[in-house]
C-alpha cells in the first residue's frame, strides 16, 4: 500500500528438453515479465561466469507459426473489407469493440499448427478470386475510360469508321476531345504550317463559354509524335484500331461493362460467402498463433547454450518461491533458478485495495509511479471524486450523470474493463455531486427552490439544505476551498517524506521535505488564524497570538532549512507555495458559478413562459440547462484533475516509472476455462 509491488528477479537455466514445458506454464499463469537481454548483457554474464552463452535463435516451431501467421494475415487482410459491423459514433468515440469471445481449449502446438492449416484450405481460392477481382477491375477501369471517351465523339460521329484510327504507312489518323477554343487555335495553327496535314472539327457541347469540340486529324508518320505531344496535355487522344463504327464500339464496351460487372460483383459474392463461413475460424487461429508466436519469441529474447536456454523475468516478491517451484516442477528438477532479491530497478506493478484498483488510472494517466517509490493512489481517488462532485454542485446534475454512467457501464463494460472502471468513477463522482447539490439546495439552480415555494411558500431552505453558497455562506466556500488546498498541499509534502524517508533518503527527506513540511504546518495555522480573522471566516480556531507566533516560528525554521540547501530554488518554491494555494479558489468559483448560471437559464426560461404558450420558454431551459451540464462536468473533472496534477503531486510525486507487463496468453476471440 501506497507503493508499487515489490520485485524479485529470477535467472532461469532449464535443459532444452523441458523448455517448452515451462515457458507455456509461465504463459498460463501470467504473473512474471520475461526480461530482454540485450547482446551487452550477455556478454557481462558470459564475462562474470566464464559461459559461452549466445543469442538464441529463432526454433523451428517459430518459423513454422511465421509462415502460417503470414498466411493468415494475407487471407484476413483479403476478407476484412466484408466485416458489415458498424460502430456506432459513441463506440467508435470510447474505443468499444463488441466481441463475443469463443470458449476453446488449451490446445498443443501441432494442434494449434492443425487448426490454423485446416483454417486456410480456403487460402489458394480466397487469393485467386481476389487476384481475378483486381484484374477485372483493373479492366473495368480502363473499359470505362475508353466508353467515355468514344462516348464523346458519339454526338456528331456516331457514324465514324473507327477502323482507320492508327498508323499506316505514311499517315497517322487519330481522334481528339478537348475543351476551348486555345487547343483549336493551336491545331489550326499546326495545320497551316503544314506539321498537320489534314483536320475536321466538330462541335460537341456548349456550356456558356466552355466549348468541347471533337476533332478527326491526320498527320503524316514523321510529325505524329511531335503533334500528339503538342496537344496531349489539353486533350483525350484516341489513335489505336477499332473494328466498326464509334456507335458500334460504344455499344461493345457497355455489354464489356455491364458483363465485367457481373463477373465481379458474382466473385464478391463467392468471397463473402468464404467471409461468412471462415473469417471467424481464422480471426481465432491467428490469436492462437500469436500465443504461441510469444511463447517461442522467450527463447530468441534470452541466451543459449547447447543443451540449455537462459533467460530473465520479473516477479512480485511474494510470488516468487512459488514461480521456482513451477518453474522446477514443469523441467523436471532439470534446471536452476536464483531469486535475486535486492534490485534497484523493476517494473511497476501497482498493488492497492480492490476498491481503489479499478481506478489506478487516475495515477497512471500523469505517470506511473516509479519502483520503490510512492504510490499515490490511495489519496487521489477519494479526493479526485471528492474535488469533481464539489465542482459539479447539483443534485440534478449528478442524478443524471449517474444515470448516463450506469448506463454504459452496464451497456459496454463486458466489451471494456477500462470504461468498466472509468463509468464507476464517474458514478462514484455524481452520487457526491447529488449530496453536495443537496446540501446547497442546487435542482438545476434554483428550479427545486422555485417548485418547492410554489407549495410552501413561507420556506426559506428546501428539506435537508445547509448552505447558500452564493449568499450568506460564500466566505465560508472561500475558506472550505483555499483550506483544503492549503491541507492538500502540504499531506502531499508529508507523502514526501514518508516515502523519502522508507527509501531511507535522509539529506532528501530533511531538505526537500521536512523543512516545508513544517512551513505548510506553520501555512495551515496562520490560515486558520490570524488570516481568518483579517478576512472575517467563520471558523477560526487558532486566532490567539501564541497560535500565530508558533506558525510564524515553523515558516521561518522550514524556510531556513529548505534555503541551506538551495536558496534560489526554495525563494521561488516558496512563492509557488502561495499561488498554489490560492489556486485552490477555483473551488468556491465553481460551486458559486454551478448555480448562477442554471438560475440565469431559469430566470430566461422564466422570461420567456408567456409567449408561444411557454414553447420558447422550455426549449430556453432544456438547451440551456443542458449547454451548462456538458460544460459544467467537464470543466469539473478538468479542474480537479488540475488540483491534483499540478498543485498536489508538484509536492511529491514524478512518476517517470515502466509498466509490469506479464507474461501472459493475450485473449480477444477466445476465453479457456481451466
Keep these: 500500500m501506497l507503493q508499487p509491488a515489490m520485485m524479485h528477479e529470477l535467472e532461469v537455466v532449464v535443459h532444452n ?69 458498424k460502430e456506432t459514433f459513441l463506440e467508435e468515440m470510447l474505443g468499444i469493440e463488441k466481441i463475443e469471445k469463443k470458449k476453446t481449449d488449451r490446445l498443443k502446438f501441432n494442434e494449434v499448427i492443425t487448426r490454423a492449416r485446416e483454417a486456410l484450405a480456403i487460402k489458394d481460392d480466397v487469393i485467386n478470386t481476389a487476384n481475378t477481382v483486381e484484374k477485372k477491375n483493373a479492366e473495368l477501369s480502363d473499359t470505362k475510360k475508353n466508353f467515355e471517351e468514344i462516348s464523346k465523339l458519339s454526338f456528331v460521329l456516331g457514324g465514324f469508321d473507327m ?87 460504344i455499344e461493345t464496351l457497355s455489354e464489356r461493362i455491364n458483363t465485367l460487372e457481373k463477373e465481379i460483383n458474382d466473385l464478391n459474392t463467392a468471397l463473402r460467402e468464404i467471409f461468412n463461413a471462415r473469417y471467424e475460424e481464422l480471426l481465432i487461429c491467428r490469436e492462437l498463433l500469436e500465443i504461441e508466436k510469444e511463447r517461442y519469441e522467450i527463447f530468441v529474447n534470452g541466451g543459449s547454450t547447447k543443451k540449455t536456454k537462459y533467460f530473465k523475468a520479473y516477479v512480485p516478491a511474494q510470488l516468487s518461491d512459488k514461480m521456482k517451484e513451477v518453474i522446477e516442477d514443469k523441467s523436471e528438477g532439470a534446471c536452476v533458478v536464483k531469486i535475486n532479491k535486492d534490485i534497484d530497478d523493476a517494473p511497476t506493478l501497482m498493488q492497492n485495495p480492490k476498491t481503489i484498483k479499478k481506478f489506478e488510472f487516475l495515477t497512471s494517466i500523469y505517470g506511473l509511479p516509479r519502483y520503490n517509490h510512492i504510490d499515490p493512489s490511495l489519496v487521489v481517488v477519494p479526493v479526485a471524486a471528492l474535488l469533481i462532485g464539489l465542482m459539479i454542485a447539483d443534485a440534478c446534475y449528478g442524478a443524471i450523470l449517474f444515470g448516463i454512467a450506469m448506463v454504459l457501464r452496464k451497456k459496454y463494460g463486458l466489451y471494456s474493463e477500462g470504461l468498466k472502471n472509468f463509468m464507476s468513477f464517474v458514478a462514484i463522482c455524481a452520487v457526491v455531486a447529488v449530496g453536495v447539490g443537496i ?236
Design 17 to 85: 528438453d523441458y523448455k517448452n514445458k515451462v515457458v507455456k506454464e509461465l504463459h498460463k499463469k501470467g504473473i512474471t515479465q520475461i526480461e530482454f537481454l540485450t547482446d551487452s548483457k550477455i556478454s557481462e554474464i558470459n564475462e562474470k561466469f566464464e559461459l559461452d552463452l549466445k543469442r538464441g535463435v529463432p526454433s523451428g516451431r517459430q518459423v513454422e507459426i511465421s509462415k502460417n501467421l503470414l498466411e493468415i494475415y494475407r487471407v484476413i487482410g483479403i476478407l476484412n473489407r466484408f466485416e458489415t459491423k
Design 163 to 249: 477502323g482507320v484510327l492508327g498508323s499506316g504507312r505514311y499517315y497517322t489518323i487519330f481522334t481528339a476531345v478537348f475543351e476551348g477554343d486555345e487547343t483549336a487555335n493551336n491545331i489550326e495553327s499546326m495545320r497551316a504550317n503544314g506539321e498537320i496535314s489534314y483536320v475536321k472539327r466538330y462541335e460537341i457541347e456548349r456550356k456558356k463559354k466552355n466549348v468541347t469540340y471533337a476533332a478527326v486529324i491526320v498527320v503524316s508518320n514523321e510529325n505524329a509524335n511531335s503533334v500528339i505531344q503538342k496537344i496531349s496535355g489539353n486533350a483525350r487522344i484516341l489513335k489505336n484500331h477499332g473494328k466498326g463504327t464509334v456507335a458500334e464500339n
Design 439 to 674: 446540501i446547497n439546495g442546487e435542482y438545476f439552480g434554483n428550479m427545486g427552490y422555485i417548485l418547492y415555494t410554489s407549495i410552501a411558500p413561507e420556506a426559506e431552505n428546501l428539506p435537508l439544505q445547509l448552505f447558500h453558497p452564493a449568499g450568506h455562506d460564500l466566505k465560508l466556500y472561500l475558506q472550505i476551498a483555499i483550506g483544503f488546498g492549503v491541507i492538500h498541499i502540504w499531506s502531499g509534502t508529508v507523502l514526501g517524506l514518508y516515502d523519502a524517508m522508507r527509501r531511507k533518503e535522509r539529506k532528501e527527506a530533511l531538505y526537500k521535505y521536512a523543512s516545508w513540511c513544517l512551513f505548510g504546518l506553520g501555512m495551515i495555522i496562520i490560515f486558520y488564524g490570524a488570516f481568518g480573522n483579517v478576512f472575517g471566516f467563520p471558523f477560526v480556531p487558532f486566532s490567539n497570538e501564541i497560535s500565530t507566533y508558533s506558525a510564524l516560528g515553523l515558516m521561518i525554521v522550514g524556510l531556513v532549512i529548505a534555503l541551506k540547501h538551495d536558496p534560489i530554488l526554495s525563494l521561488i518554491e516558496a512563492i509557488d507555495y502561495f499561488a498554489f494555494i490560492l489556486s485552490y479558489a477555483r473551488i468556491m468559483a465553481l460551486v458559486v458559478a454551478a448555480g448562477a448560471v442554471a438560475t440565469a437559464f431559469n430566470q430566461l426560461a422564466g422570461m420567456a413562459w408567456g409567449f408561444a404558450f411557454g414553447i420558447f420558454a422550455v426549449l430556453i431551459f432544456l438547451v440551456g440547462q443542458t449547454l451548462h451540464f456538458l460544460l459544467g462536468v467537464l470543466s469539473a473533472f478538468v479542474q480537479a484533475l488540475r488540483l491534483l496534477y499540478v498543485e498536489h503531486f508538484s509536492r511529491y510525486y514524478e512518476g517517470g516509472g515502466y509498466e509490469f507487463k506479464p507474461f501472459e496468453e493475450k485473449r480477444k476471440y477466445t476465453y479457456v476455462e481451466d
